[in-house]
């Protein structure tokens, strides 16, 4: 069973920048599925980026242009680099993966890994 454990979340304020990253030990490689989540409470989690075995990625549109994800195959970490933040991107992080596929997914449904979350808090 693949771990997850992220980090890297905090409080800042808008404008600011944080770096997410999910960290996969004792797994030999990251050539799946993999993607970034956030829930805020009393609301389902959405996919905000994900990344297909290469690393490919593809963002939800709430984010495109403020947060980039990539992998570090050597270290088998997934990142989310997240730029010009806003109050409305304060909620719960989440790292997801699905080691049997390939493909991206934004979906929830198309993961069955999680982590344990990372809260990121903005404020105006």
């Known amino acids: 069973q693949v771990q997850l454990l992220e980090s890297g979340g905090g409080s800042v304020q808008t404008g600011a920048s944080l770096r997410l990253s999910c960290a996969m030990p004792?797994?030999?490689?990251?050539?799946?599925?993999m993607a970034w989540f956030r829930q805020t409470p009393g609301k389902q989690r959405v996919c905000v980026a994900t990344?297909?075995?290469?690393?490919?990625?593809n963002y939800a549109d709430s984010v495109k242009g403020r947060f980039t994800v990539s992998k570090d195959i050597v270290n088998n970490t997934l990142y989310l680099q997240m730029s010009s933040l806003k109050p409305e991107d304060s909620a719960m992080y989440y790292c997801?993966?699905?080691?049997?596929?390939?493909?991206?997914?934004?979906?929830?449904?198309?993961?069955?890994?999680w982590g344990q979350g990372t809260q990121v808090t903005v404020s105006s």
């Open positions: 990344t297909n075995g290469y690393g490919t990625p």
């Open positions: 004792g797994y030999t490689h990251s050539s799946f599925r």
């Open positions: 997801a993966a699905n080691p049997g596929s390939w493909t991206w997914s934004l979906e929830e449904s198309d993961y069955n890994v």
